[in-house]
């Protein structure tokens, strides 16, 4: 006699980020001398298909922190929504303190490893820097709550094609100009590499670049859209087949 298994699952459960559906690529972040610099390209892809050129990933959270994320982008909305909530709650105490990025970034790593723990994760890998009191901080947390906090940091493809750029090039010292120009060399390397990636930035610092956004202690700004100046006329992209054994 033969047995069915049958899984009962409530009528109105709740639908789970199990694939992705429209995400978005790398996000770079680096400590500078004076603050944070973070970096993310504009791209949405729906599938294989570089769907949407206009996408901001970078946000300022409350008055000292900034967050930049990779994954599925509605995903990225919901972490907004409760992020939003947060620091609303904390607006709501009046007791003159707020959250600074420290804080913040141990909430995300909360939310996301609670979110796991329950099989339904918020796909996405977050870039979370900030200053408060003069004191930088910069870390990331990815979907299943796995968190670290380094002088820089990166996610998607930028955990394979920026990490050993900055690990050669970055240093303490180094002066906003020269932190643009470092994050400008691996969103290149990233558009060249990473069928994901568009060629239309923003920088963030806490203090200024969107899709590269900057943050200091006197505050969060994210630089207008703009593309880097590319050539594509090596012979490897010209003819990336030559000399390939196969059919192909």
Known sequence: MGYKFVILRPYCASPLTMVPYVTGTSVIGIKYKDGILIAADMGGSYGSTLRYKSIERLKAIGKHSLLGA??????FQELLRYLDELILYDNMWDDGNSLGP???HSYLTRVMYNRRNKFNP?????????VKNGQKYLGMVNMIGVHYQDNHVATGFGNHL????????????LSFEEGIKLLEKCMRVLIYRDRSAVNKLQVVEEWVVQSIAKIT???????PP???KTFWEFSAFKNPTAGAAGSW
Do not use: C, F, M, T
Not at 70 to 75: A, L, M, R, T, V
Not at 123 to 129: D, F, I, K
Not at 217 to 223: A, L, Q
């Open 70 to 75: 990779s994954g599925e982008i509605s995903d």
């Open 162 to 173: 920026a990490v050993p750029i900055l690990r050669d090039e970055w240093r303490e010292d």
């Open 226 to 228: 703009y593309s880097l």
């Open 217 to 223: 202690e006197e505050g969060v700004s994210i630089s």
């Open 122 to 130: 918020l796909w996405n890998s977050v870039v979370l820097g900030g």
């Open 102 to 104: 420290k804080e913040v």
